[in-house]
């Protein structure tokens, strides 16, 4: 069958338009991991490896902790960061309180399909939670 103008030019616009509906890939435990770094500078917590599965950060426990998957990253976390995140309502995000009955220091679920969602999150939570005051007075 041969193609016609009309054809590629369909082709195209979906290809163009499945592109545009594509949020930014979800990274790696790696990739997640510096992201968290750098999130911290200047804070007074410090980020968490768990395991090869999970990253997190907080001050004396990992108040907050990421499991990255190929398609989505399960938070799990605190009550006072669950709280901030699901103020939020993120796009994407499904929040599952007392979602995780495996672990007492962070008992709530969230579920994060996003990248741009879970780093939303993280500066919410560095910035109302970890940040320590610059305030010389």
């Known amino acids: ?41 200047g804070s007074k917590c410090k980020v968490f490896t768990d395991s090869k599965f999970y990253t997190g950060f907080g001050v004396k426990c990992n108040g907050f902790s990421i499991n990255v998957k190929k398609t989505k990253y399960n938070i799990f976390c605190n009550d006072t960061a669950y709280g901030i995140c699901e103020a939020m309502n993120l796009a994407g995000c499904e929040y599952t309180k007392g979602g995780n009955s495996a672990d007492r220091t962070r008992p709530n679920a969230i579920e994060c399909k996003s990248t741009a969602s879970l780093m939303a999150m993280v500066k919410a939570v560095m910035d109302q939670v970890y940040m320590v005051a610059t305030d010389a007075n």
């Open 1 to 41: 069958m041969a193609r016609t103008k009309k054809n590629e030019m369909v082709v195209a616009n979906q290809a163009v338009a499945n592109i545009e509906k594509k949020d930014q890939p979800i990274l790696t435990l790696v990739d997640t991991h510096t992201m968290l770094q750098k999130a911290v500078e």
